[in-house]
């Protein structure tokens, strides 16, 4: 559940709620830009770092003391910088020179880029220090491409966050050079600077969302996290967005969509009844700035909570007055196939397995030094002796929590998480009289007999096999993916050309062969057989005709692991009474959170949340969610 302040959770017991509120942030950001730019500045403090500039997308907390009016307050922003080659703060870019007294530099500073691959951005974001709350207020930016110079640009900055419209396309090298600063005397600093630009969407410009959060606490389903909204494309009042997302718009910006752009999302809830200090002091100031003291008093305050953290799917539609985007969190993306699973007869901890899933994802890049995965320290303690199947990344995650009984899910933040249910009771309570609009839909499952999990054994064939064979034709160098059964020992021949590069896994391998004309090719291993021994979880007292469940996780090896895992589910499975039911719209609870549920034949039944779906019109929220029964009767 998401932290919310007490003058929150009385506001969502109210007969009439206020307005709810929804905020979205979409970055159009080239997200290969960064990673390939290569920094050929000169004449930069020797704390400056452009590498953070491009990278880090948080807010700046600390910067340097320096030699600079200003810059040595002892209020705990600024620190004394460490020797050159020490630990460095994320500062982003600082040159050497200062401006003069008139705030201009007599000799520019040039942050220069080079890019590996072309680049193409609708605009440039500049953020420049936070922490002094200073700027740069001229700025010259040239783009070239091979030499050839495309755009050259005078910008004027008038605070400390700056967007440039400015459509280059397929721009090599970038240049910034900064003439003046809004205060004499000082460095140029740009902490962030982001090829492209965030929109941001709010009331006048949503006309609708979607928001599904759902995770299975036994793993047999891959969890959702989806968000998708429409936004105004043409505004007939005002002209104001006059098609900037329509394809066949030549000065708009639908080209610039990509997936992976990140998307934020934020749920506010106005607080009709004002809130009391107490509340306020554990909130963040950025949310309580934007509300004077008697707003915040007397009511008409909005509480923000974060809705998630989401990825862009693909580019918008667009249907007349309307443009629609759809995107998911981070697990979604990760539907690209592991194939490097290995056996060589050890145990390998599901911790290891679940990070070389994991770096091999490609996962979207977050904030400068933040891991974008939290793992639970006891996947080091269990172990298991199978390879990976080929798999996608997220299916090969699904199968390493199943088998260590953990939950598998995206978090608010972004941040992938394999971690046990540890969830405690909320102390929530979903009724008629608050939260539910309707007696809720009750489902109840067959009962259940056992639960049943093989553990499997694996063991290389006695005798080689042919895995592949195959004729390619080869002019110069030939990259190949091949795959096969699962099996140990591989080998490799090549007759008509070189193998000059192999990578061999148990049920795939990527080769390079090099040379003139045809070459036949053939792999061979040792195909790996299997045996099971089954675990049972039977259900005291069962009915004999109740239903047997059998699980099938290829990563469970061992016959103790197999009963562990079978008991986790049967608990689950003992829990029979499912829930469905409409709401005003909480987006504070997350899958697996535990309430207290009221029921036509119980007042406060202890029931946990498997899904919570949410959807946003101009008229408010609402909600649908499906809760599992806590225990039964």
């Not at 050929?40 to 452009?50: F, T």
């Not at 966050?161 to 900064?178: A, G, K, M, P, T």
């Not at 034709?473 to 091949?482: A, K, N, P, S, T």
Request: charged share 20%; net charge negative.
């Amino acid at each position: 559940m998401q932290k919310v302040s007490d003058a929150y959770r009385q506001e969502m017991t109210k007969p009439v709620l206020g307005a709810a509120k929804l905020a979205v942030t979409l970055s159009v950001v080239d997200e290969d830009a960064a990673p390939g730019a290569a920094d050929k500045s000169e004449g930069q403090a020797y704390w400056s770092s452009v590498e953070s500039a491009l990278t880090q997308d948080g807010a700046q907390k600390r910067s340097y003391a320096t030699f600079e009016p200003g810059r040595w307050k002892a209020d705990g922003t600024l620190r004394i910088a460490d020797e050159p080659g020490g630990a460095l703060l994320t500062e982003g870019y600082v040159s050497e020179a200062m401006s003069g007294a008139d705030g201009r530099f007599a000799a520019p500073p040039v942050l220069a880029l080079e890019f590996e691959t072309p680049v193409s951005v609708p605009a440039l974001s500049f953020r420049f220090d936070q922490v002094a709350e200073e700027w740069c207020t001229a700025l010259i930016v040239t783009a070239w491409k091979g030499g050839e110079q495309l755009v050259q640009r005078q910008v004027l900055p008038k605070a400390v966050e700056h967007q440039e419209l400015v459509q280059i396309d397929r721009f090599d090298r970038l240049e910034i050079r900064f003439e003046a600063t809004s205060q004499p005397f000082r460095r140029a600093r740009l902490t962030r600077l982001m090829f492209g630009m965030e929109l941001v969407f709010g009331q006048a410009e949503l006309t609708e969302a979607a928001q599904t959060m759902e995770v299975d606490p036994i793993g047999r389903r891959l969890p959702t996290g989806e968000f998708s909204f429409s936004a105004v494309n043409v505004n007939l009042l005002t002209g104001s967005q006059n098609g900037l997302y329509d394809p066949d718009n030549p000065q708009g910006i639908w080209k610039y969509f990509e997936q992976r752009n990140p998307i934020t999302v934020r749920y506010g809830q106005q607080l009709t009844g004002g809130m009391h200090w107490g509340d306020a002091a554990a909130l963040e100031w950025a949310d309580l700035a934007p509300s004077g003291w008697r707003e915040l008093y007397q009511g008409g305050f909005v509480e923000w909570m974060p809705g998630g953290r989401f990825y862009l799917t693909g580019q918008p539609t667009v249907e007349g007055l309307y443009a629609k985007f759809s995107a998911t969190d981070a697990l979604g993306l990760l539907d690209g196939t592991y194939y490097k699973g290995v056996w060589d007869g050890a145990p390998h901890s599901l911790w290891e397995l679940a990070t070389a899933v994991l770096e091999d994802a490609d996962l979207p890049r977050r904030r400068q030094d933040e891991q974008p995965w939290a793992l639970w320290e006891g996947l080091k303690q269990i172990t298991t002796t199978a390879p990976l199947p080929a798999k996608q990344h997220r299916e090969c995650l699904q199968l390493i929590a199943h088998a260590a009984c953990c939950l598998l899910y995206a978090d608010r933040d972004g941040v992938i998480r394999i971690q046990p249910d540890e969830s405690a009771q909320s102390g929530v309570s979903i009724g008629l009289s608050a939260i539910l609009e309707s007696a809720p839909k009750v489902e109840k499952t067959a009962s259940l007999l056992q639960v049943e999990c093989p553990a499997t054994v694996y063991a290389p064939a006695e005798k080689e096999s042919q895995l592949h064979k195959g004729t390619y034709q080869v002019d110069g160098r030939l990259e190949l993916h091949l795959t096969w059964s699962q099996a140990a020992g591989i080998r490799v021949e090549c007759e008509g050309a070189q193998v000059t590069s192999q990578a061999l896994y148990a049920a795939a391998g990527d080769l390079v062969l090099e040379g003139s004309g045809p070459a036949t090719l053939i792999v061979s291993g040792k195909k790996l057989e299997t045996s099971c021994q089954n675990a049972v979880a039977p259900v005291p007292d069962a009915d004999e005709n109740g239903t047997a469940e059998t699980l099938d996780n290829p990563l469970i090896t061992d016959l103790d692991r197999a009963l562990a895992v079978a008991a986790w589910v049967r608990e689950h499975l003992l829990r029979r009474s499912t829930y469905t039911c409409s709401t005003r719209g909480n987006p504070e609870m997350d899958p697996i959170d535990r309430v207290l549920l009221d029921t036509q034949w119980e007042t406060a039944a202890p029931a946990q949340v498997l899904k919570n779906q949410l959807t946003y019109t101009g008229g408010g929220l609402k909600g649908e969610m499906i809760l599992k029964r806590g225990n039964e009767a």
